[in-house]
């Protein structure tokens, strides 16, 4: 059964750059079938999709955060990371990282869904 | 604000059935993407619920049930219990800026 586990510091500064990695077992994140993702909430608000890849390094991004936004892959480690620039008090959240699965179309990226979740990590921005 | 549209909360007694609009555009529902539903309950990760309008995973009741009309999608619970109080989210993928995957606002289901 495949679980995730996010990790990484649970408080940043502002203007900082957030690190997250998100563990996988139970499955290979080189597997062609899946892409792999993250998602955040901010306290008391809904989900805000961040950024979608491909093992092979493919990545899609929120266009509201492509600039601040890095996500990269370590097969080697059956991992995947999250990078966020310059943060602020405004990307205080729960982060997410998710598996992305498909039904149809599975040749299109973008009807793949998020299948399996991680528990989540909450981070702060504060000084 | 989404371009998903999500009433912020619908509510309903135990045994009613109850529904959750999500109201999309031509630059998501209405081009043809799917929509996919995930239940979040208090203090816990979402979870997939529905996928692709109208298929559940292994394991979620047949009290739940999706389906599209135009560039809008709903969710039906029916047979309402206490332990579906949860917060709902409807997502799909918009074409405009690119492309992005999208969620709607969520919507808070209270069972009276």
């Known amino acids: 059964q495949l679980q995730l586990q996010e990790s990484g510091p649970g408080l940043v500064k502002p203007s900082e750059t957030l690190s997250l990695t998100c563990s996988v077992s139970?499955?290979?994140?080189?597997?062609?079938?899946?892409?792999w993702g993250w998602i955040r909430q901010p306290p008391g608000k809904g989900l805000e999709w961040i950024g979608t890849?491909?093992?092979?390094?493919?990545?899609y991004y929120n266009p509201s955060l492509k600039s601040r936004v890095t996500m990269s892959v370590d097969t080697s480690k059956n991992q995947f990371s999250l990078r966020l620039t310059s943060v602020t008090a405004a990307d205080t959240a729960v982060y997410y990282c998710?598996?992305?699965?498909?039904?149809?179309?599975?040749?299109?990226?973008?009807?793949?869904?998020?299948?399996?979740w991680g528990k989540g990590t909450t981070v702060t921005v504060s000084s | 604000q989404s371009v998903l549209t999500q009433p912020p909360s619908v509510s309903g007694a135990p045994g009613q059935r109850v529904t959750i609009p999500c109201a999309g555009s031509?630059?998501?529902?209405?081009?043809?993407?799917?929509v996919h539903w995930y239940q979040q309950l208090p203090g816990t990760a979402p979870k997939l619920l529905v996928y692709?309008?109208?298929n559940r995973p292994s394991g979620v009741s047949d009290r739940f049930s999706g389906s599209k009309s135009g560039t809008s999608a709903s969710l039906a619970i029916t047979g309402l219990q206490a332990e579906d109080e949860a917060d709902y989210y409807c997502?799909?993928?918009?074409?405009?800026?690119?492309?992005?995957?999208?969620f709607g606002g969520g919507t808070k289901l209270t069972v009276l």
């Open positions: 997502q799909s993928y918009d074409s405009s800026l690119g492309g992005f995957w999208v």
């Open positions: 998710a598996r992305l699965g498909c039904s149809t179309a599975c040749y299109f990226y973008y009807y793949y869904y998020m299948d399996v």
């Open positions: 139970g499955g290979s994140i080189s597997s062609r079938s899946y892409y």
């Open positions: 890849m491909y093992y092979s390094g493919s990545t």
């Open positions: 031509s630059s998501n529902i209405g081009a043809g993407y799917d």
């Open positions: 692709s309008y109208i």
